[in-house]
């Protein structure tokens, strides 16, 4: 992980949308080349789609005071959809995305979470599972592209 005597996990606000843009298309650029789509929904977002977005639940981890890592979610019927997990590419597979996960699941205060990721994001598969995740089902999205739903309840 980063050196954590610098590290700060906060709520993300309108004024972190330039910086989690940034962020979000390097990390990002991996799934589309996975996917040889450049137009994933992440990666064609505008600003003003983003900073709207950041009206709702989100947290971001700074390290040294850089943007590493953040995640988004809602809240629906003690359900929490957490979306946009995000690591920096270059700090990927130090734990930040499952420390960013587990802090996102502890703030939502919901009884049961549920995240998407696409059927060859082997890695975020992994990691989920790891964390206590199960495929609950799978959707397609267009040609070529499922979407895998995984669930997880607070009780473990």
Do not use: C
């Not at 906060?10 to 330039?18: F, I, Q």
């Not at 992994?126 to 199960?134: D, F, K, P, T, W």
Request: glycine share 10%.
């Amino acid at each position: 992980m980063t050196d954590s005597t610098t590290e700060i996990v906060a709520p993300l606000t309108a004024r972190d949308a330039g910086e989690l843009l940034t962020l979000q298309r390097a990390a990002y650029a991996s799934e589309a080349q996975i996917y040889r789509d450049p137009f994933l929904p992440a990666l064609t977002q505008s600003l003003e789609e983003l900073t709207s977005e950041l009206r709702g639940p989100g947290l971001g981890l700074r390290s040294a005071g850089r943007l590493v890592g953040a995640v988004r979610w809602s809240v629906n019927g003690g359900i929490a959809h957490i979306g946009r997990l995000t690591v920096a590419p270059d700090l990927q597979g130090r734990g930040i995305g499952t420390r960013l996960l587990r802090d996102a699941e502890e703030a939502s205060g919901a009884d049961r979470f549920e995240l998407f990721t696409g059927h060859l994001s082997e890695a975020n598969i992994r990691l989920y599972e790891r964390e206590g995740y199960a495929v609950d089902r799978r959707e397609p999205l267009h040609a070529g592209v499922d979407l895998v739903y995984l669930v997880k309840s607070a009780a473990g």
